[in-house]
């Protein structure tokens, strides 16, 4: 059982907007930032989303990012077939003194 | 550019004692906390422990506590697990990667080092 909870599959079609979703609680994405990692098949973890909403150099504005209280929300505009990959997102636990991730999302492009 | 490359893994009977390693490149490897993250066949990821710049900080999964030790030798920009006491369940690819601080998102990460246990 992870720590943030997030749903095991989304899908869209290319052009399609999806949101993962992301639920914690107080400990964690409540008094911390939330980060995301998106992986593609058979290679390492990539951060796409750091501090609730901000992207590193390289990744496309079509990736979003938003926190509210102890949710946070991943969102993909303008869907790709590159996108196909697992979504996780993390935070800091400050009753656990320890990083959670989420379950992680497969995302599929239909 | 920054490179993290993990070693060590490989086949281990249960209950033997393993010792992975992660050679740091590209950055100064003393400034930057290091973290150890797992993910068993088919399975999410799993944060195992962090360690400070100076290898003073160190936190543990509570899963792991007591038996996976994580140090590091900024002589050799080297971060450490010592894995000890395997168990069937600890079969994974264990990654290694850096943050600013022990609080701050992983954001570089290895290729990963695979871990079998079998007897």
């Known amino acids: 059982q992870s720590v943030l909870t997030q749903p095991p599959s989304a899908s869209g079609t290319p052009g399609q907007r999806v949101t993962i979703s992301c639920s914690g609680s107080?400990?964690?994405?409540?008094?911390?930032?939330v980060n995301w990692y998106q992986q593609l098949p058979g290679t390492a973890p990539k951060l796409l989303i750091y501090s609730n909403n901000q992207r590193p150099s390289g990744v496309p504005d079509r990736f979003s990012g938003s926190k509210s209280g102890t949710s946070a929300s991943l969102a993909i505009s303008g869907l790709q077939s590159e996108d196909e990959a697992d979504y996780y997102c993390a935070a800091w636990d400050d009753s656990l003194n320890n990083w959670v991730f989420g379950g992680g999302t497969k995302l599929t492009v239909l | 550019q920054v490179q993290l490359v993990e070693s060590g893994g490989g086949v281990v009977q249960p209950g033997r004692s393993l010792r992975l390693s992660c050679a740091a490149s590209?950055?100064?490897?003393?400034?930057?906390?290091m973290h150890w993250v797992r993910q068993a066949p088919g399975k999410g990821l799993e944060w195992m422990a962090v360690i400070s710049y100076d290898g003073i900080n160190k936190y543990y999964a509570d899963s792991v506590k007591g038996r996976f030790t994580i140090s590091r030798d900024n002589s050799k920009n080297t971060l450490y697990l010592q894995i000890n006491s395997l168990r069937v369940e600890d079969l994974a690819v264990y990654y290694c990667?850096?943050?600013?601080?022990?609080?701050?998102?992983?954001?570089?990460w290895g290729q990963g080092t695979l871990v079998t246990v079998s007897s």
């Open positions: 990667a850096r943050s600013s601080v022990v609080t701050a998102f992983p954001n570089h």
């Open positions: 107080s400990s964690n994405i409540g008094s911390n930032t």
């Open positions: 590209g950055f100064t490897f003393s400034s930057y906390a």
